[in-house]
T-cell receptor
Framework: DAMVIQNPRYQVTQFGKPVTLSCSQT?????MYWYQQKSSQAPKLLFH???????NEADTPDNFQSRRPNTSFCFLDIRSPGLGDAAMYLC??????????????FGDGTRLSIL | AQTVTQSQPEMSVQEAETVTLSCTYD???????LFWYKQPPSRQMILVIR??????QNATENRFSVNFQKAAKSFSLKISDSQLGDAAMYFC???????????FGKGITLSVRP
């Protein structure tokens, strides 16, 4: 089945130690999104790629970076994780949503813990 | 700026009964789309139902239906014949036709009593 796959499901890192979360998709969608979701809260969009075009949210800390080497893969890099970065990170994809009702398709998420 | 409001943080329903989850939104756009997403505990967020603003007919997907009141900017979700598997957090979300970004409400936690 076509899907959005996030690895790993659980990631533990040390305070200040860089960490990379990965997302892959078999849906061939041109838009990929990264969200941060804290417990019992709505997902907060960090950034998204529209094809190769990177779109950063104004309030996303510089500590968070992203890479999209090809259509299928997208990475979230946290350069120096702080305790406040402990959260669930969700990857989502969609077809070109402009002028259409295309929904976003979500992965299972990666739960990040900071020691 | 567009906002999505889910004023009820929690609701509970008896199995087999019907429950309605409320959502209101604020926008000055005429072209937009509305969605309800379901997120079970520790599981994937999935689309429940979607509605195009230009459509007057309310969307329906099996036991799930919406009451879309465009003038009132209201988009409630009705779950009929509630099942234990319906227990989850439900998010109402909005997107304009020209933008790929979703604006989410704060979500509502639905519990189903056996």
């Amino acid at each position: 089945d076509a899907m959005v796959i996030q690895n790993p499901r659980y990631q533990v890192t040390q305070f200040g130690k860089p960490v990379t979360l990965s997302c892959s998709q078999t849906l061939n969608h041109n838009v990929m999104y990264w969200y941060q979701q804290k417990s019992s809260q709505a997902p907060k969009l960090l950034f998204h790629y529209y094809d190769k075009d990177f779109n950063n949210e104004a309030d996303t800390p510089d500590n968070f970076q992203s890479r999209r080497p090809n259509t299928s893969f997208c990475f979230l890099d946290i350069r120096s994780p702080g305790l406040g970065d402990a959260a669930m990170y969700l990857c989502a994809t969609s077809r070109d949503p402009q002028g259409s009702n295309q929904p976003q398709h979500f992965g299972d998420g990666t739960r990040l813990s900071i020691l | 700026a567009q906002t999505v409001t889910q004023s009820q943080p929690e609701m509970s329903v008896q199995e087999a009964e019907t429950v309605t989850l409320s959502c209101t939104y604020d926008t000055s756009e005429s072209d937009y789309y509305l969605f309800w997403y379901k997120q079970p505990p520790s599981r994937q967020m999935i689309l429940v139902i979607r509605q195009e603003a230009y459509k007057q007919q309310n969307a329906t997907e099996n036991r799930f239906s919406v009451n879309f009141q465009k003038a009132a900017k209201s988009f409630s979700l009705k779950i009929s014949d509630s099942q234990l598997g319906d227990a989850a957090m439900y998010f109402c979300a909005y997107r304009t036709g020209a933008n790929s970004k979703l604006t989410f409400g704060k979500g509502i936690t639905l519990s189903v009593r056996p």
